[in-house]
């Protein structure tokens, strides 16, 4: 029989099913239906809590070579760097010692005032020890996973902070891991105030940043007393991060004439590359709510005595 007689379709007996077309369509609709779903009511939260319960023995199994080497390498340092390391240490334990008297002084100076003038007594904010374990892979944000979840109290907006400054803020709270978005990301504010004037203002993530900032104050006019080397604090006024908390330091301030703001690039003192210890605090209103309750009870505890 000659080749070109052959028939080179698939029989119809076996042509079943949707077209694959139609099957794209389909599996594409849901798909984003699901992304939807997902971003406006959270569907999917209790699946990546499992998975992420599921999965940490294996990161943790896998991060453990990682944490041998760095052990590792910590046995080969030279005696003399020891030595440098223990008598710059202990200059520093010197110095603290001064800072510390000094500032054990100024906060029985602060308490007599409030005392004198009525004021509220500071909150005492809570904090627990965490350790980053590695970045997230998505590459669209700026975000670390640290070794503390619900298990540990830690919980939802908790500001995170290293031994320089503010890190950042948990969004994403799991049984045994949280997610931290650093300061840097697109989508990440912070009320910060300029220490030298006083002035308060909104410092964006700027992720992109030409000046090596990371960090840019939005909407501020071109004539406000803004300098390089400024150092901005949390303010407070947001009810999440307690105020007087580093957060980053003005390195270029650029005013142009055909526009009303002044761009303003900041760089963050924390460090968002290189954090391995932090601790994660817990909201401002929250520790408030907290007082607020203590101070109630003690007050119904006095009133029932006779």
């Not at 849901?30 to 009511?41: E, G, H, K, S, T």
């Not at 943790?60 to 240490?89: C, H, I, T």
């Amino acid at each position: 029989m000659p080749l070109g007689t052959l028939e080179r379709k698939a029989p119809s007996f076996f042509r079943q099913g949707p077209s694959a077309l139609s099957r794209l369509a389909l599996y594409s609709a849901l798909a984003l239906f699901f992304m939807v779903a997902d971003a406006r009511f959270h569907l999917t939260e209790p699946v990546r809590q499992a998975v992420a319960t599921v999965l940490y023995p294996l990161q943790w199994l896998m991060l453990k070579p990682v944490e041998f080497a760095d052990r590792g390498a910590g046995y080969f340092q030279s005696l003399e760097q020891a030595q440098e390391n223990l008598g710059e240490a202990r200059r520093q334990m010197a110095e603290m010692a001064v800072q510390a008297s000094a500032t054990e002084q100024l906060a029985r100076e602060n308490a007599q005032l409030r005392e004198l003038l009525a004021l509220r007594a500071r909150l005492d904010t809570p904090a627990i020890a965490a350790q980053v374990l590695y970045d997230t892979p998505d590459p669209y944000t700026r975000r670390v996973t640290i070794d503390r979840g619900q298990l540990a109290g830690v919980q939802r907006g908790s500001p995170v902070v290293d031994r320089d400054g503010v890190l950042g803020q948990v969004t994403r709270v799991f049984p045994l891991l949280s997610e931290v978005t650093l300061l840097i990301d697109r989508d990440q504010t912070i009320p910060v105030l300029n220490t030298r004037t006083g002035a308060r203002s909104v410092a964006y993530g700027d992720p992109l940043s030409n000046h090596g900032g990371g960090m840019e104050l939005r909407f501020t006019p071109g004539n406000s007393d803004v300098s390089e080397g400024d150092l901005l604090t949390t303010s407070g006024m947001d009810g999440v991060y307690p105020a007087g908390l580093r957060v980053a330091r003005v390195v270029h301030v650029e005013r142009r004439a055909d526009s009303t703001f002044a761009r303003i690039y900041c760089a963050p003192l924390a460090q968002m590359d290189g954090a391995r210890y932090v601790m994660v605090l817990q909201p401002v209103s929250q520790s408030l709510a907290g007082a607020e309750d203590g101070v109630a009870a003690g007050v119904a505890t006095r009133e029932a005595r006779p």
